[in-house]
């Protein structure tokens, strides 16, 4: 029962977050307008997060991730506004020069074993000149409109056969569908796990738990249909969530990097290829970076020297607070998500009440601080 209570103890603090700024905003944090643009403000660090989370997972940190989206944002720009090239090849050489960056910094931890901090620490400084350099310290804009639609644009209604002018259908019907596909997905794990003796929670414990996400699953949408629907970053952030969820729990580089994190030497001697996992996770953290970065400027409809700024901090303030270990070895993508979404709500709860960007950073520091004292705390119990 603990580790059930454990396992949604995180989506529970998000709900009472979301209560407290309810009540503390007068209910102006919980309009469709303003769920909608959390998704919107903060969909470039939810992805960076998933990437965060499986660096973290290895026991190690990303510090170059601000600077390596800054930088990709910054060749979008040269090449889509500067020089009026076509969208698909400009996001293609974007994508390509962020796992490239990510490449880099791989490549000099895993094989020449320089710490993650300092290479990292590096990629950084690194990144943000050549940002620096390639936009000449000014800022580039607009992005062509398709471009920006990544970010700014909204699933069309295309299921409205009730002419609803009002209301979102089609929202609303993709939520009932992912609710069919999540009881589906909760019925075949139990099965799965009885079958082969695996522990499973009473099933009083999975009815309760599957019925308190189908509940906020559904209000979620429904909130979202009474403005303008799920904002185009939700489809990508879905597609990221579906691929990386399934890379963590169902292969075997998933399981590797879990064992690294966990016990590296042993790891090791057990024929885990160490190297090579980790020049892929930090190959993989590249790739995050260049999408978020691509988002963000498509955000922004600008490229900026100062965009990035603060990003991998508030992606592994994301991380430890959805639940992964400073050590290694445990956390979940799942959980990475909402814990950036505990922060996002922080953040826009906090502008709504108009507190000052000082006490807006103390607030963020001590709920981090808070995070990873639940973890030693829980793993101190647990031992």
């Known amino acids: 029962m603990s580790e059930n209570i454990r396992q949604y103890g995180m989506i529970l603090a998000l709900i009472g977050i ?9 209910g102006i944090s919980l309009k469709p307008l303003n769920i909608s643009n959390l998704l919107l403000q903060n969909g470039h660090i939810l992805i960076l997060a998933v990437g965060m989370l499986i660096v973290i997972l290895t026991g190690n940190i990303d510090l170059s991730v ?84 990544i970010s700014s644009g909204f699933l069309p209604d295309t299921l409205d056969f009730l002419n609803l002018e009002d209301f979102h259908l089609t929202t609303v019907i993709i939520g009932i569908l992912f609710s069919l596909l999540y009881i589906v997905n909760v019925y075949f794990s139990r099965t799965k796990k009885q079958k082969y003796d695996f522990e499973v ?9 599957t ?8 209000l979620f949408t429904f909130t979202l249909a009474l403005y303008r629907g799920f904002p185009n970053i939700s489809i990508i952030l ?10 963590t729990t169902k292969t075997v580089f998933g399981r590797h990097v879990y064992a690294m994190g966990g016990n590296y030497e ?22 995050l970076a260049a999408v978020s970065g691509l988002v963000y400027a498509a955000r922004l409809n600008a490229a900026t020297p100062k965009a990035g700024n603060l990003f991998e901090l508030d ?69």
């Open 18 to 26: 979301m209560i407290f700024f309810a009540i503390t905003t007068g």
């Open 66 to 149: 601000g600077s390596v989206a800054a930088f990709v944002g910054a060749i979008a720009g040269i090449m889509m506004i500067k020089n009026d090239y076509p969208i698909i090849p400009s996001v293609f050489v974007a994508l390509s020069i962020g796992i490239a960056a990510g490449a880099w910094n791989g490549f000099w931890i895993a094989y020449i074993r320089i710490p993650a901090f300092i290479v990292t620490l590096g990629g950084m400084l690194i990144f943000r000149g050549l940002t620096l350099a390639v936009l000449g310290g000014v800022t580039l804009g607009p992005f062509p409109d398709a471009f920006n639609a």
């Open 201 to 209: 929670a009473p099933l009083w414990v999975t009815i309760l738990s």
């Open 211 to 218: 019925s308190f996400i189908l509940f906020a699953l559904n």
């Open 238 to 247: 879905f597609i990221v969530l579906a691929i990386y969820v399934f890379l």
């Open 266 to 287: 042993a790891a090791k001697l057990s024929g885990v290829k160490t190297k090579f996992t980790m020049f892929m996770v930090y190959t993989n953290m590249g790739l």
């Open 315 to 383: 992606a592994i303030a994301a991380s430890f607070i959805g639940g992964a270990s400073a050590s290694g070895g445990v956390g979940s993508v799942i959980g990475a998500v909402i814990g950036g979404l505990v922060m996002g709500v922080i953040n826009n709860g906090m502008s709504i009440m108009s507190l000052g960007i000082d006490w807006q950073q103390v607030v963020k520091g001590l709920v981090l601080l808070l995070a990873v004292w639940f973890d030693i705390a829980t793993k101190n119990k647990s031992k």
